[in-house]
């Protein structure tokens, strides 16, 4: 329960920081985005962002199993 309620505290202020307008873009899609205007920028922009973050998360899952599954072994020994 509370490593659960640790890693909890550590990613709601990650959350609520990633609210702040972040720049994901390189200077290739910077002056496509730039042409586009302000609103489709800022969708790109997102995108960006979201494509970045899901090896991330895919990553830190995968490590969070095996993590989970070496515990469980360790303890049975």
Partial sequence: MK?????????LPI??????TVEAQCSLCTKTAQ???EKPA?????G?????MMPFA???FIGFRWWKQNKAI???S
């Fill in 3 to 11: 490593k659960t309620l640790l890693i909890f505290l550590f990613i």
């Fill in 15 to 20: 959350l609520l920081i990633s609210q702040i």
């Fill in 35 to 37: 042409q586009l205007g």
């Fill in 42 to 46: 800022q969708g790109l922009n997102s």
């Fill in 48 to 52: 960006i962002l979201y494509l970045m």
């Fill in 58 to 60: 895919i990553v830190g």
């Fill in 74 to 76: 360790e303890e049975q």
